[in-house]
């Protein structure tokens, strides 16, 4: 059971670049998110789904997008990379109704 | 709005020391409460969590209470170990998004 799937471990991408950080889970989970991680400020949520078809924004959505064209699948797109981008993201994915969120191992992004 | 504040870090203490890591939230209607730990080069994994006022979660020796009087759920350990050295999150879970804190860092020496 593979669980939460990230690729790649790590990136490096020069100012302007496009990318997609790719999201895979095998649990059947409804919901689905993407979190960046920044020294000091904890966990900000990027973007979340609750479902194929469906998305919303989170706290800090300006330059990703998303899209969940199947429940397994949660692509991040950087539209134009820009060095505030410099961070480690993490998918997460669980089901509806307060359960707790499955991590994967995250993607080191630096922007230069 | 929803938010969560931990108690700032580092902590270090000693093996065997009992561990108090404070959290507060503010949240609108009935939050689900969660702490999650992260070892280096991981993602976070549960912890352990608790969905309504009075529970109390509790996992490989951790502890902690839903208090929705003082809107806390301050995580405690009776007796530390070295292997328990990582970094703590308390996150709360309401209308669709999950909030974390920004994570309090344990180290624990022999």
């Known amino acids: 059971n593979a669980g939460v799937t990230q690729t790649p471990k790590f990136q490096v991408l020069k100012t302007g670049q496009s990318m997609t950080l790719q999201c895979a889970q095998d649990?059947?989970?409804?919901?689905m998110s993407w979190y960046r991680q920044d020294p000091g400020m904890g966990l900000r949520l990027i973007h979340y789904s609750v479902g194929a078809g469906i998305t919303d924004q989170g706290e800090v959505p300006n330059g990703y997008n998303v899209s969940r064209s199947t429940t397994e699948d949660f692509p991040l797109r950087l539209l134009s990379a820009a060095p505030s981008q410099t961070s480690v993201y993490f998918c997460?994915?669980?089901?509806?109704?307060?359960?707790?969120?499955?991590f994967g191992n995250g993607t080191r992004l630096t922007v230069t | 709005g929803n938010s969560v504040t931990q108690m700032e870090g580092p902590v270090t203490l000693s093996e065997e020391a009992f561990l108090t890591i404070n959290c507060t939230y503010t949240?609108?209607?009935?939050?689900?409460l969660f702490w999650y730990v992260q070892y280096p080069g991981e993602g976070l994994q549960l912890l352990l969590k608790a969905t309504k006022a009075d529970d109390k979660g509790s996992n490989k020796g951790f502890e902690a209470t839903y208090r929705k009087e003082t809107t806390s759920f301050h995580l405690e350990k009776g007796s530390v170990q070295v292997s328990d050295s990582a970094v703590y999150f308390c996150?709360?879970?309401?209308?669709?998004?999950?909030?974390f804190g920004t994570g309090t860092s344990l180290t624990v020496i022999p």
């Open positions: 949240a609108t209607g009935y939050p689900s």
């Open positions: 996150a709360l879970f309401t209308g669709n998004q999950f909030y």
């Open positions: 997460a994915s669980s089901y509806l109704n307060n359960s707790p969120l499955h």
């Open positions: 649990m059947n989970h409804e919901y």
